[in-house]
């Protein structure tokens, strides 16, 4: 019983944090159509970026804020820099250009910081409590459901989500109506990063610690748990970060740890055959 | 003769090598309808989409109330009065009506005026008004086209640009169309650019007529000269 308890609370837990960062892909999908393979990466590189303001004040929390500015302004230049100059004609131009990225930002940060792990303790006790959830647990819940809280009013109750919307689904028409679908496309950038870099100072101290290639393994999760939920559905990203952290937290619990990568792999292959628009995705709503 | 609102002067424009429109001339004044006609492919869409911006002419000016537009990016010119409602509508389906026509009226700084033109269009397009919360792919071909001309008017416009508002519309309906475009022309001053291959609509309410062929202007006379024309109806637009 107490097994189950703490593989379900652990599983959400890890759940929540796939879920951020589905979210972030969809943003990106949505906005550009373009599955942002270099997410991991980026947020590694935000990361670290924390890692050195900590290093440098002392204080913990100006460095894990200094990552989610640095997230942000990750976002910034891989856009204004790298991706707006892709061809959007060429899906497989994008594709290329974000893996180069990841292979650019893991460089640079094995040159920079080495390729050593860094010890990256968590912000709060991880023992578990009350009902199995450790404070960590409800600093991760916590965190993931004020940011998609927040996003889900952005995008569905202000005037700069219904921009943003408009221009990911009509561009042209968008321009018409006197949108600035470049700066949209640079916000939802922007937005994507700053989560992915928040996905990432929650799931990196619950792992080996701070590496060049510590997302690696995370993002191929949350890039399923995005392809379960339907990558064009910020919902479906949700539910599917949470579905997939319970798939896995069970998979490696009863199962052992070493089943989970192909416990990911079926699970995308079963979604893909069966639907491969995923499980939320908006039905046809294009095709008039 | 009042000076034009809209100049279009010997632009040339295209999609690759080979240019679509060749050296178009013409003009739109104030409280002006003018309709375009020809017959598919003559470049009348072309036309409209190097008026509004999407497309660059190789050569030639667009001006509006005397101000080259050259450098005003597509986004902009909306806020400078000029409204396209593109071929087949532009209707965002994933939004509601309701976001739909608030998107017509977001660049808007006057914001009380901007709700007060959406109130006017959900009174003059009573179906709308009761699809507020429809989303834009559930609604029929003719709901399409008032949610596309209502989102326009929302900017209240000083030009419109209409690509085929006629396109999969009931008689009766285009009739309430051009019969709306006429009492906005009269009332408000507005210009409207309109593009028709209901040649007779058109005519109906237009004040001039202009016929494209293959991607020139071959005729261009008020538009009650055109209607009894029967030669040029013949040669051109196939009736
Ligand atoms: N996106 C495009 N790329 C290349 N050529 C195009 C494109 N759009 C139109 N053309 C060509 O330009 C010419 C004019 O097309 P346009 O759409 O302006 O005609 P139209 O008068 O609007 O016709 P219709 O009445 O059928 O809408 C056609 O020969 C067409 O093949
Ligand atoms: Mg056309």
Do not use: C
């Amino acid at each position: 019983m107490d097994r189950i308890v703490f593989l379900t609370v652990d599983g959400l837990s890890r759940g929540a944090v796939y879920a951020a960062m589905a979210l972030a892909l969809v943003l990106i999908w949505r906005g550009a159509r373009i599955v942002n393979f270099a997410q991991g990466a980026m947020a590694v590189a935000a990361a670290y970026a924390g890692h050195s303001v900590t290093a440098a004040t002392g204080s913990f929390w100006l460095g894990f804020l200094a990552a989610l500015a640095a997230g942000l302004a990750l976002g910034w230049l891989v856009e204004r820099l790298v991706m707006r100059h892709v061809g959007h004609d060429r899906p497989l131009n994008a594709v290329i250009v974000a893996l180069g990225l990841v292979l650019l930002i893991t460089a640079v940060l094995g040159i920079v910081y080495g390729n050593e792990f860094r010890p990256a303790p968590p912000a709060f006790d991880r023992t578990a409590g009350f009902a199995g959830l450790s404070p960590y647990d409800i600093f991760v819940f916590l965190s993931v459901a004020v940011t998609v809280g927040a996003l889900a009013v952005l995008f569905t109750r202000t005037k700069a989500g219904l921009r943003l919307r408009a221009s990911a689904f009509a561009p042209e028409v968008s321009r018409l109506l006197g949108v600035n679908v470049g700066g949209m496309l640079l916000l939802g950038w922007v937005l994507a990063a700053g989560v992915g870099a928040l996905a990432g100072m929650l799931i990196i101290p619950t792992e080996f610690g701070l590496h060049p290639n510590a997302m690696d393994r995370s993002f191929v999760v949350a890039f399923t748990a995005a392809v379960v939920g339907g990558l064009d559905s910020p919902l479906g990203a949700v539910i599917g970060g949470l579905a997939v952290g319970l798939v896995l937290s069970f998979v490696g619990g009863y199962l052992g740890d070493q089943v989970t990568p192909l416990a990911i792999i079926v699970l995308l292959l079963a979604v893909l055959l069966i639907r491969p628009d995923g499980l939320f995705a908006a039905r046809a709503a294009r095709r008039i | 003769m009042t000076a034009p609102l809209l100049e279009i002067q010997t632009i040339t424009a295209g999609y690759g090598a080979a240019p679509v429109l060749h050296e178009i001339t013409l003009s739109v004044p104030p409280r002006t309808i003018v309709a375009v006609l020809g017959a598919n492919g003559a470049g009348k869409t072309t036309l409209l989409r190097t008026v509004s911006g999407l497309l660059r002419p190789t050569s030639g000016a667009v001006r509006l109330a005397e101000e080259d537009l050259a450098r005003v990016p597509v986004e902009h010119r909306v806020r400078r009065g000029m409204a396209h409602v593109p071929e087949g509508r532009g209707v965002v389906a994933e939004l509601t009506v309701d976001e739909n026509l608030r998107l017509g009226g977001l660049f808007r700084t006057d914001r009380r005026d901007a709700r007060r033109a959406l109130a006017e269009v959900y009174t003059l397009f009573e179906p709308l008004a009761r699809r507020r919360g429809h989303a834009g792919h559930q609604l029929s071909g003719g709901e399409r086209q008032m949610l596309a001309i209502g989102r326009a008017l929302v900017g209240r416009p000083r030009l419109l640009l209409l690509d085929e508002p006629s396109l999969g519309l009931a008689p009766r309906v285009t009739a309430q169309l051009m019969g709306l475009l006429a009492r906005l022309r009269d009332d408000t001053g507005l210009a409207v650019l309109l593009v028709e291959q209901n040649v007779r609509s058109a005519l109906s309410v237009a004040d001039r007529g202009v016929v494209m062929s293959l991607g020139r202007v071959v005729r261009e006379a008020d538009a009650a000269l055109l209607r009894d024309d029967d030669a040029l109806r013949h040669a051109y637009l196939g009736f």
